[in-house]
Protein backbone atom coordinates (compact mmCIF):
# COMPACT_ATOMS: atom_id res chain seq x y z
CA UNK A 1 0.00 0.00 0.00
CA UNK A 2 1.52 2.86 -0.76
CA UNK A 3 0.63 6.05 0.93
CA UNK A 4 1.20 9.88 1.34
CA UNK A 5 0.41 11.48 4.77
CA UNK A 6 -0.34 15.13 5.54
CA UNK A 7 -1.52 16.79 8.44
CA UNK A 8 -4.85 18.24 7.45
CA UNK A 9 -4.90 21.17 9.25
CA UNK A 10 -6.48 24.09 8.65
CA UNK A 11 -2.70 25.47 9.49
CA UNK A 12 -2.94 29.10 10.45
CA UNK A 13 -0.04 31.76 10.18
CA UNK A 14 -0.27 35.39 10.45
CA UNK A 15 0.79 37.21 7.58
CA UNK A 16 4.20 37.64 6.16
CA UNK A 17 5.10 34.63 9.06
CA UNK A 18 7.00 30.95 7.25
CA UNK A 19 4.62 28.36 6.75
CA UNK A 20 5.76 24.92 7.01
CA UNK A 21 4.07 22.12 5.06
CA UNK A 22 4.81 18.63 6.11
CA UNK A 23 4.55 15.03 3.98
CA UNK A 24 5.90 11.66 4.54
CA UNK A 25 5.74 9.19 2.14
CA UNK A 26 5.60 4.79 2.75
CA UNK A 27 7.30 3.43 -0.86
CA UNK A 28 10.94 4.06 -0.77
CA UNK A 29 10.90 3.64 -4.68
CA UNK A 30 9.47 6.98 -4.93
CA UNK A 31 11.80 8.94 -7.25
CA UNK A 32 9.99 12.32 -7.49
CA UNK A 33 7.82 15.00 -5.28
CA UNK A 34 5.60 17.21 -6.49
CA UNK A 35 4.02 20.30 -4.05
CA UNK A 36 0.55 21.33 -5.72
CA UNK A 37 -1.73 24.21 -4.61
CA UNK A 38 -5.69 24.24 -5.14
CA UNK A 39 -7.49 26.91 -4.33
CA UNK A 40 -11.19 26.19 -3.64
CA UNK A 41 -12.94 25.31 -6.34
CA UNK A 42 -10.26 25.02 -8.74
CA UNK A 43 -8.07 22.61 -10.02
CA UNK A 44 -4.76 21.88 -8.15
CA UNK A 45 -1.64 23.71 -10.00
CA UNK A 46 2.16 22.75 -9.59
CA UNK A 47 4.21 24.55 -7.54
CA UNK A 48 7.18 22.98 -7.14
CA UNK A 49 9.02 19.36 -7.48
CA UNK A 50 12.06 17.92 -6.25
CA UNK A 51 14.12 14.76 -6.98
CA UNK A 52 17.69 15.14 -4.93
CA UNK A 53 18.23 15.09 -1.43
CA UNK A 54 18.09 18.72 0.14
CA UNK A 55 16.63 21.83 -0.67
CA UNK A 56 15.21 23.34 -3.50
CA UNK A 57 14.40 27.00 -3.78
CA UNK A 58 12.09 28.71 -5.62
CA UNK A 59 10.86 32.51 -4.91
CA UNK A 60 9.43 32.54 -1.22
CA UNK A 61 9.08 28.44 -2.02
CA UNK A 62 11.59 25.96 -0.37
CA UNK A 63 11.05 22.57 -0.92
CA UNK A 64 13.17 20.54 1.17
CA UNK A 65 13.54 16.27 0.59
CA UNK A 66 15.03 13.76 2.93
CA UNK A 67 14.61 10.52 1.73
CA UNK A 68 16.50 8.37 4.49
CA UNK A 69 13.47 9.78 6.96
CA UNK A 70 10.93 9.63 4.04
CA UNK A 71 10.13 12.96 4.00
CA UNK A 72 9.28 15.92 2.28
CA UNK A 73 8.48 19.79 2.90
CA UNK A 74 7.36 22.84 1.82
CA UNK A 75 8.46 26.33 2.88
CA UNK A 76 6.23 29.49 2.54
CA UNK A 77 8.59 32.57 3.40
CA UNK A 78 6.35 35.73 3.59
CA UNK A 79 3.46 34.25 3.55
CA UNK A 80 0.40 36.30 2.03
CA UNK A 81 -3.01 36.12 2.26
CA UNK A 82 -3.31 34.67 -1.25
CA UNK A 83 -1.41 31.74 -0.18
CA UNK A 84 -4.38 30.70 1.53
CA UNK A 85 -5.10 27.23 -0.13
CA UNK A 86 -4.78 23.77 0.09
CA UNK A 87 -1.50 22.41 -0.63
CA UNK A 88 -1.41 18.58 -1.96
CA UNK A 89 1.75 16.40 -1.68
CA UNK A 90 2.65 14.12 -4.56
CA UNK A 91 4.71 11.32 -4.66
CA UNK A 92 5.67 9.93 -8.22
CA UNK A 93 6.16 6.03 -8.21
CA UNK A 94 7.78 4.34 -11.19
CA UNK A 95 7.14 0.42 -11.23
CA UNK A 96 6.90 -2.11 -13.73
CA UNK A 97 4.13 -0.64 -15.50
CA UNK A 98 5.18 2.91 -16.08
CA UNK A 99 4.55 5.54 -12.82
CA UNK A 100 2.15 6.88 -10.77
CA UNK A 101 1.05 9.50 -8.99
CA UNK A 102 -0.07 9.25 -5.66
CA UNK A 103 -1.34 12.17 -3.38
CA UNK A 104 -1.54 13.05 0.24
CA UNK A 105 -4.92 14.23 1.31
CA UNK A 106 -3.57 17.67 1.49
CA UNK A 107 -3.11 20.47 4.02
CA UNK A 108 -5.23 23.47 4.33
CA UNK A 109 -3.21 26.60 5.02
CA UNK A 110 -5.11 29.63 6.41
CA UNK A 111 -2.63 33.31 6.06
CA UNK A 112 -4.37 35.66 8.44
CA UNK A 113 -3.78 39.50 7.33
CA UNK B 1 0.58 24.71 -26.05
CA UNK B 2 -3.31 23.80 -24.72
CA UNK B 3 -3.06 22.58 -21.15
CA UNK B 4 -5.03 19.63 -20.39
CA UNK B 5 -8.80 20.05 -21.21
CA UNK B 6 -11.78 18.67 -19.78
CA UNK B 7 -15.29 18.58 -20.67
CA UNK B 8 -17.71 19.43 -19.66
CA UNK B 9 -16.69 21.74 -16.71
CA UNK B 10 -20.23 21.20 -15.24
CA UNK B 11 -22.42 18.19 -15.52
CA UNK B 12 -25.89 17.32 -13.99
CA UNK B 13 -27.11 13.91 -14.72
CA UNK B 14 -30.45 12.11 -13.00
CA UNK B 15 -29.79 9.04 -10.63
CA UNK B 16 -29.51 6.38 -13.09
CA UNK B 17 -28.39 7.92 -16.22
CA UNK B 18 -24.85 7.86 -17.85
CA UNK B 19 -22.30 9.91 -17.45
CA UNK B 20 -19.26 10.86 -19.85
CA UNK B 21 -16.47 12.92 -18.71
CA UNK B 22 -13.59 13.44 -21.41
CA UNK B 23 -10.11 14.40 -20.69
CA UNK B 24 -7.61 15.37 -23.79
CA UNK B 25 -3.99 15.29 -22.37
CA UNK B 26 -1.60 17.70 -23.31
CA UNK B 27 0.32 18.00 -26.53
CA UNK B 28 2.58 15.10 -26.79
CA UNK B 29 2.05 13.62 -23.45
CA UNK B 30 1.01 9.76 -23.29
CA UNK B 31 -0.11 9.08 -19.41
CA UNK B 32 -3.85 10.25 -18.46
CA UNK B 33 -4.48 9.96 -14.59
CA UNK B 34 -7.77 10.36 -13.58
CA UNK B 35 -8.84 11.20 -9.99
CA UNK B 36 -12.11 12.31 -8.26
CA UNK B 37 -12.35 15.20 -5.19
CA UNK B 38 -15.53 15.27 -2.99
CA UNK B 39 -15.99 18.66 -1.12
CA UNK B 40 -13.35 19.56 1.64
CA UNK B 41 -11.50 16.44 0.97
CA UNK B 42 -8.46 15.01 -0.80
CA UNK B 43 -7.97 13.51 -4.32
CA UNK B 44 -8.44 10.06 -4.82
CA UNK B 45 -6.62 8.43 -7.37
CA UNK B 46 -9.16 6.29 -9.53
CA UNK B 47 -7.17 5.28 -12.70
CA UNK B 48 -3.81 5.77 -15.22
CA UNK B 49 -3.78 4.98 -18.67
CA UNK B 50 -1.16 5.22 -21.23
CA UNK B 51 -2.72 4.99 -24.92
CA UNK B 52 -4.71 2.53 -25.73
CA UNK B 53 -3.60 0.34 -22.05
CA UNK B 54 -5.29 0.52 -18.94
CA UNK B 55 -1.59 0.30 -16.32
CA UNK B 56 -3.61 0.88 -13.03
CA UNK B 57 -7.52 0.77 -12.31
CA UNK B 58 -6.94 -0.03 -8.81
CA UNK B 59 -8.76 2.72 -7.47
CA UNK B 60 -11.83 3.04 -9.62
CA UNK B 61 -14.86 1.19 -8.25
CA UNK B 62 -15.48 -2.36 -9.35
CA UNK B 63 -18.88 -1.88 -10.81
CA UNK B 64 -20.69 1.33 -12.97
CA UNK B 65 -17.14 2.65 -13.70
CA UNK B 66 -14.85 2.33 -16.72
CA UNK B 67 -12.15 4.40 -18.93
CA UNK B 68 -10.24 4.40 -21.87
CA UNK B 69 -7.88 6.41 -23.49
CA UNK B 70 -8.42 5.18 -27.41
CA UNK B 71 -5.67 5.71 -30.15
CA UNK B 72 -7.20 8.62 -31.12
CA UNK B 73 -9.22 11.21 -29.35
CA UNK B 74 -9.39 12.07 -25.77
CA UNK B 75 -10.11 10.00 -22.71
CA UNK B 76 -13.34 9.05 -21.39
CA UNK B 77 -14.28 8.06 -18.13
CA UNK B 78 -17.79 6.65 -17.79
CA UNK B 79 -20.24 6.19 -15.26
CA UNK B 80 -23.25 4.12 -15.63
CA UNK B 81 -26.11 4.31 -13.69
CA UNK B 82 -25.07 7.46 -11.53
CA UNK B 83 -26.29 7.86 -7.43
CA UNK B 84 -25.85 10.68 -5.97
CA UNK B 85 -22.65 9.45 -4.19
CA UNK B 86 -21.21 10.29 -7.35
CA UNK B 87 -21.33 13.75 -7.33
CA UNK B 88 -17.75 15.35 -6.96
CA UNK B 89 -15.25 16.56 -8.82
CA UNK B 90 -13.42 14.78 -11.27
CA UNK B 91 -10.08 15.75 -12.25
CA UNK B 92 -7.90 14.78 -14.96
CA UNK B 93 -3.86 14.94 -15.31
CA UNK B 94 -1.51 14.07 -17.65
CA UNK B 95 2.49 13.89 -18.22
CA UNK B 96 5.01 12.73 -20.57
CA UNK B 97 6.40 9.25 -21.37
CA UNK B 98 8.19 8.58 -17.71
CA UNK B 99 11.78 10.10 -16.59
CA UNK B 100 12.14 11.11 -13.47
CA UNK B 101 10.56 14.74 -12.28
CA UNK B 102 8.35 14.69 -14.63
CA UNK B 103 5.00 16.17 -13.26
CA UNK B 104 1.32 15.95 -13.97
CA UNK B 105 -0.58 18.65 -14.90
CA UNK B 106 -4.14 19.07 -14.29
CA UNK B 107 -7.23 19.74 -16.49
CA UNK B 108 -10.00 22.53 -14.61
CA UNK B 109 -12.00 19.37 -13.86
CA UNK B 110 -15.68 18.07 -13.95
CA UNK B 111 -17.76 18.41 -11.63
CA UNK B 112 -20.66 15.51 -11.74
CA UNK B 113 -23.97 16.39 -9.96
CA UNK B 114 -26.25 13.99 -9.27
CA UNK B 115 -30.12 14.64 -8.82
Known amino acids: QKEVEQNSGPLSVPEGAIASLNCTYS??????FFWYRQYSGKSPELIMF????GDKEDGRFTAQLNKASQYVSLLIRDSQPSDSATYLC?????????????FGPGTRLSVLP | NAGVMQNPRHLVRRRGQEARLRCSPM?????VYWYRQLPEEGLKFMVY????????ESGMPKERFSAEFPKEGPSILRIQQVVRGDSAAYFC?????????????FGQGTRLTVV
Open chain 2, 49 to 56: LQKENIID
Open chain 2, 93 to 105: ASSPAGRSGTEAF
Open chain 1, 27 to 32: DRGSQS
Open chain 2, 27 to 31: KGHSH
Open chain 1, 50 to 53: IYSN
Open chain 1, 90 to 102: AVNIRDNYGQNFV
